[in-house]
């Protein structure tokens, strides 16, 4: 938990907004276990620190790569691999086998 945390301050600080979303899907995908993620464009919002449109404007260029498919309160996985290689070292730890926090 403590690599997640120490990663996530200068992620935000380097990354783009597509890209620590990308991050974030593939973290619930990882606790979840399942493809499908209920989430609003608002809490997502909050969670990332930005505006609302700007979840949005993240979520469609996911979806325009074929990563995800985005509808009002549901995020679904399409491309978990492609996600991974999207989010690239935003996602990866410290430490890890380049898994995330799995």
């Known amino acids: 938990m403590f690599p997640q945390v120490a990663n996530t301050a200068p992620s935000n600080a380097v ?22 993620v209920e989430i609003t464009h608002e809490y997502v919002a909050t969670l990332l620190g930005v505006r609302r449109s700007s979840v949005t404007d993240a979520l469609r260029i ?5 990563l995800i498919y985005f509808t009002r309160g549901l995020v679904i996985i399409q491309n978990r691999a492609s996600l991974e290689a ?11 086998t380049g898994r995330g926090c799995r």
Request: charged residues 35%.
């Open 15 to 36: 990354h783009k907004i597509d890209v620590r979303l990308a991050k974030w899907i593939l973290m619930c995908n990882d606790r979840l276990n399942d493809e499908e």
């Open 86 to 96: 999207f989010a690239a070292e935003a996602y990866d730890l410290p430490g890890t």
């Open 62 to 66: 996911l979806e325009g790569k074929h």
